[in-house]
């Protein structure tokens, strides 16, 4: 049966090319903006300047240097600069990286205490700055959820934090902006979205027939789109397909009412906060291992994502397996690596994997909250 749930989506989205222009009527002429961006490749595909000629008419602040896996000293800079300027509105322009990070400085900024317990120990928070984004990088869904995951590398966390109020006000998608990535953030990209879909997908039926529909489409669209990109990373339409396809794979969407994995995820983060992965490899590593040893508790939705997204036609006791499988080829046709040994990497740093997983993760996790130390450790061995 399908949970009771209430649903509410405020973020405006601004879809197709140009529309960084919108940027001028978007926000408030009266706000003090800080503007918020990565590394630099917004300084080089053109993203930067359209920002710029958007926001002549606004009052604004740079911000570069937020990293992959936003790193907690450098957005604590921001934090500083925001209240020294007295600034109130954040515009993320990036990835998943430069918004999360920008999400923690709207709820870091009016925190009475140390920040980091907010992510750390869940601290509750009861205000925010408000945000907009223009995103570069379709793959987490941030642009439109209420979820920021930030790293401190000095003491290995990657831990996540979860409010309404950092949901961006409004997002600007304009797939032309993508042209840009490099072969593996596009990769990368199409296979966070393509789990974050799974995470809720990939559970136990609840008869929640528009969610399972919509997850579909979603799948079916990566699995369609995502691959024409490698060959043709010009391809407008394919660009703005994952662009869609990745936003709805985390926008909540498809997870109301229906039961949520997360396992992979929760894995996943502590293997990039240990080994530096990129987010997306880390679940590609541990996602084939993680359903196989979860395949009895998936075996229902897996058969039915066998048949429905995989077109599976054979014996319906073996399908299960046949998505799993069709699942690492399709990771692997995207260029990530699906085992721990493709990498290089042993089982000698597996002990801090799984005590840094206690540490964030006390309960068990998993839709059945069945997947323990223990387990984990199992699902280590079996990405091997
Ligand atoms: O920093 P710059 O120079 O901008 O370069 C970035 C970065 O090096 C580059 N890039 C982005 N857009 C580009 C581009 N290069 C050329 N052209 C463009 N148009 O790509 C690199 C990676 O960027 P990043 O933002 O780190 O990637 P992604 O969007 O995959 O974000 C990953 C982060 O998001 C978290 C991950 O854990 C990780 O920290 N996630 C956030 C979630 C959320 N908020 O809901 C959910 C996800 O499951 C995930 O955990
Ligand atoms: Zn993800």
Redesign the pocket.
């Known amino acids: 049966m399908i949970s009771n749930f209430s649903f509410y989506l405020p973020t405006k989205a601004y879809f197709g090319k140009g529309q960084i222009a919108t940027l001028a009527t978007a926000i408030p002429k009266t706000a003090r903006i800080l503007l918020t961006?990565?590394?630099?490749?917004?300084k080089?595909?053109g993203?930067f300047e359209q920002v710029q000629q958007a926001l002549q008419a606004h009052f604004y602040i740079e911000f570069g240097g937020?990293?992959?896996?936003?790193e907690y000293e450098t957005i604590m800079k921001a934090v500083e600069l925001v209240r020294k300027e007295k600034l109130d509105f954040i515009l993320a322009v990036?990835?998943?990286?430069?918004?999360?990070g920008s999400?923690f400085i709207a709820v870091a900024v009016p925190f009475d205490g140390e920040p980091w317990d907010i992510p750390y120990k869940k601290a509750p928070i009861s205000t925010a700055l408000p945000i907009g984004c223009v995103l570069?990088?379709p793959?987490?869904?941030?642009e439109m959820?209420h979820?920021?995951?930030?790293?401190r590398r000095a003491t290995q966390d990657?831990v996540?934090l979860y409010s309404d109020l950092i949901r961006p006000q409004f997002a600007i998608l304009d797939p032309t902006?993508?042209?840009?990535?490099?072969v593996r953030?596009t990769a990368?990209?199409v296979v966070?979205a393509f789990?974050?879909t799974l995470e809720q997908y990939a559970t136990y039926p609840v008869n929640g027939k528009i969610q399972d529909r919509f997850a579909e489409g979603v799948l079916l669209t990566l699995l369609e789109d995502g691959p024409k990109l490698l060959d043709n990373p010009m391809d407008y339409d394919a660009r703005a397909n994952v662009m869609w396809a990745a936003t709805q794979g985390?926008n909540d969407i498809l997870s109301v009412g229906v039961p949520g994995d997360w396992s992979s995820?929760a894995i996943?983060?502590e293997l990039?906060a240990v080994y530096g992965l990129?987010?997306?490899q880390t679940l590609a590593i541990i996602v084939p291992a993680l359903f196989t040893h979860q395949i009895e508790n998936k075996r229902d939705k897996l058969t039915q994502m066998a048949q429905r997204v995989f077109n599976y036609q054979g014996d319906s006791s073996q399908a299960a397996e046949f998505a799993v499988q069709k699942t690492r080829e399709f990771f692997e046709q995207m260029g990530l690596k699906t085992r721990f040994s493709d990498l290089g990497i042993d089982d000698s740093q597996f002990p801090l994997v799984l005590q840094k997983l206690a540490e964030h993760r006390p309960q068990a996790i998993g839709e059945h909250k069945n997947i323990d130390n223990y387990v984990a450790k199992q699902i280590l061995y079996m990405a091997l």
């Open positions: 961006y990565g590394g630099g490749s917004i080089k595909n993203v937020i990293e992959a896996n936003p990036g990835g998943g990286s430069v918004l999360d999400k570069t990088l793959a987490t869904g941030s959820n979820r920021a995951v930030v790293s990657k996540s902006t993508t042209f840009s990535l490099p953030q990368n990209g966070d789990v974050h985390l995820h996943g983060h990039t990129d987010h997306a």
